[in-house]
């Protein structure tokens, strides 16, 4: 797998790349009905909904979408399993089909990606995507006890690895940790990527994205932008970023000071910005690309995308946005000790 990162950094060295865009947006353009998205697993509960068990029941839909965003430009084909492990999976009763699920969208992502390489000669990955789950380290879910927590960091873990290691076993390159709201859960999940590399004997490439929830620029575990880079550094992670949160310009400062101080690739996709009173995205791809035009102009960025409401033409248009600008070169801070709080704490000499 160090090949497929070194090839990658080569790549990123030459242009700005292109990842994909939403899943959930484009799946309910389909119109799937509860029968579709069960097919023949019937576990006792009400699978609409469960976008990642379509691997096995409409791979026909997640294979159309995949090869939607290789055609719209995606240099990164991201795998549909950010639910697809046995926290999330248990509101449907199908924790037991995780490593099927996993193994089958890895299938996919690989299968459309080589494809689309063999077709036109560039280099294509695909990234295994692992989501938050529905649990949080930090905080308790009972404001009557703050101590309490409805899971611990080595469940967590595990919970991670089953995932990572089928995604791997599936033909993933890389492992995405994405929409990180709480970064002790990142932790875990990083936990889990170093472990299952050691067990295969090879360094496992690893990209982190955070997602801030609210306008000053943390996550929910109340990590600034700064802080949550000092907790993750020791990773040495491919890509670090940002994802989903708001649009393009609310992202757009904390994209930069992220920018100013991550040695490394740096990856952001945003939301066509906010959805309106019925759940839809109303940002039009050649606003979403004028947003991601001027990021690559002031050399923000070395890998973009979309997050929630994008689709196969707002990723064509930070395709067309991004042509022609050079990559942002990875900053070079000062070697210094940075520990991390909410804020980062930073020892200098």
């Excluded at 990842?19 to 069960?38: H, K, P, S, V």
């Excluded at 691997?55 to 399993?81: F, H, K, M, Q």
């Excluded at 036109?120 to 009972?142: E, I």
């Excluded at 932790?187 to 496992?204: D, L, S, Y």
Aim: aromatic share 6%; with cysteine.
């Amino acid at each position: 797998m160090t090949h497929k990162a070194d090839l990658f950094r080569a790549e990123a060295a030459k242009r700005i790349l292109i990842t994909d865009g939403a899943f959930g947006t484009m799946i309910q353009n389909y119109g799937l009905d509860e029968a579709a998205y069960r097919g023949s697993y019937d576990t006792g509960f009400d699978q609409k909904g469960n976008n990642d068990l379509l691997a096995l029941t409409r791979p026909d839909v997640i294979d159309e979408i995949t090869r939607a965003y290789l055609g719209a430009g995606s240099d990164i084909a991201s795998t549909n399993t950010f639910n697809a492990n046995t926290i999330s999976q248990a509101d449907y009763g199908a924790e037991h089909l995780v490593r099927e699920m996993n193994l089958a969208a890895a299938g996919i992502a690989r299968k459309a990606a080589d494809e689309a390489q063999a077709a036109d000669g560039r280099p294509r990955f695909v990234a295994g995507a692992v989501g938050p789950t529905n649990k949080t380290l930090s905080l308790s879910p009972d404001v009557n006890d703050p101590g309490f927590r409805a899971i611990d960091f080595d469940t967590l873990k595990d919970v991670y690895r089953e995932q990572i290691d089928a995604l791997l076993d599936g033909g993933c390159d890389f492992i995405l940790i994405e929409t990180i709201f709480d970064t002790l859960n990142a932790k875990a999940g990083i936990m889990a990527v170093i472990e299952a590399g050691e067990a295969r004997g090879e360094a496992v490439p690893l990209m982190i994205s955070m997602t801030i929830t609210d306008m000053s620029g943390r996550n929910l575990s109340g990590h600034s932008v700064e802080a949550f880079w000092a907790a993750i550094r020791h990773a040495r992670p491919l890509t670090v970023g940002l994802n989903c949160s708001f649009g393009a310009p609310q992202l757009r400062p904390h994209v930069a000071s992220l920018s100013a101080l991550a040695d490394t690739l740096l990856m952001v996709y945003p939301n066509a910005g906010l959805p309106n009173d019925l759940g839809e995205y109303d940002e039009q791809p050649h606003t979403t690309g004028g947003f991601i035009a001027e990021w690559a102009a002031t050399g923000l960025i070395n890998v973009v995308g979309g997050c929630c409401g994008t689709t196969p033409g707002h990723i064509a248009a930070m395709a067309r946005a991004v042509a022609g600008h050079p990559p942002r070169k990875p900053a070079t801070p000062p070697v210094r000790m940075m520990l991390a709080g909410l804020e980062p704490f930073v020892i200098a000499a």
